[in-house]
Every structure is written in C-alpha cells, then in structure tokens.
C-alpha cells in the first residue's frame, strides 16, 4: 500500500487547505482513513478519522473547522480545513487501516499556519 499526500502550504491564519490521500496498491476498501499531525516537540495526534461506514471522529480543537471526507471508490481521503490558526501548524501524516488491521503511513505534508 503506497499513500501519497498533497495540499499542504503556507497560509495565513483564517485562510483554507485542502489535504488529499490517495492510496494505492489494494483493491479493497480501508476500514478506516484518517489524519494526524506532529508539531515540533509534540507528540503525533489524531486530528480526524472516517471509517468505512462514514462515521467520522475529531480532535475538540479542529471540531467545526475541520472536516474529514473520502471516496471509497477511489481509495481518497480528504481533509478540509477551514479558519486555519497558528496552532494548526504541523507535520500532517495521512493514515490507514486495511481490513486486516495493518496501518500504513504517509510520507507528511507541512502546514504552516502564519499569525
């Protein structure tokens, strides 16, 4: 399974980002995708997850900012974040489980939220 990540960048606070994943290499469908972030000196987390099922999770901080979408058909994950703030900068890794519960990671994409 191969992800590749795209829709990261510099903006400034209350602008926009669109985050894509796009998984290859299975033919099945992911029971879960999601995403995370790492700042600098923090640990990785969760910032929103989807399942097969359609039934989505957020960290409080990004709850009715963000949101979390996919197209099964085509293996994608997306993240729309909206109202972006300073503290929103990081490191985020796209991440999915396959039906037999393996996990694969994203190479990352930098997001940079300017005050």
Do not use: H
């Not at 995708?33 to 901080?61: C, F, H, N």
């Amino acid at each position: 399974v191969k992800l590749v990540e795209s829709g990261g960048g510099l903006v400034q606070a209350g602008g926009s980002l669109r985050l894509s994943c796009a998984a290859s290499g299975g033919t099945f469908s992911f029971n879960v995708m999601g995403w995370y972030r790492q700042a600098p000196g923090k640990q990785r987390e969760l910032v929103a997850s989807i399942t097969s099922g359609i039934t989505t999770k957020y960290t409080d901080p990004v709850k009715g900012r963000f949101t979390i979408s996919r197209d099964s058909a085509e293996n994608t994950v997306y993240l729309q974040m909206n109202s972006l703030k300073p503290e929103d900068t990081a490191v985020y890794y796209c991440n999915v489980v396959d039906p037999w519960a393996n996990s694969y990671w994203g190479q990352g994409t930098q997001v940079t939220v300017s005050a």
